[in-house]
């Protein structure tokens, strides 16, 4: 005798798993992991830190030089 089959579950499972494929696919091709997205952050604070170091400030007025 043939196994029963609810055709509602059935079509609900398949879609879950085209949807899963889905997302692996768009994890692999779009995705990093959280180590890396660490990484990157320190990086590019560093990075700026860096720049900042070497900004000139220009909201100083600069000495005058009256020797009066």
Do not use: Y
Not at 4 to 33: C, F, P, T, W
Not at 47 to 66: I, Q, Y
Request: aromatic share 0%; net charge positive.
């Amino acid at each position: 005798m043939a196994e029963i089959v609810n055709l509602r579950q059935a079509r609900k499972r398949r879609d879950r798993q085209i949807r899963e494929a889905e997302a692996d696919a768009n994890r692999a091709r779009h995705g990093q992991s959280k180590p890396e997205k660490t990484r990157r952050a320190n990086e590019q604070a560093t990075a700026e830190a860096h720049l900042d170091g070497h900004r000139l400030d220009r909201t100083k007025t600069p000495p005058s030089d009256s020797s009066s």
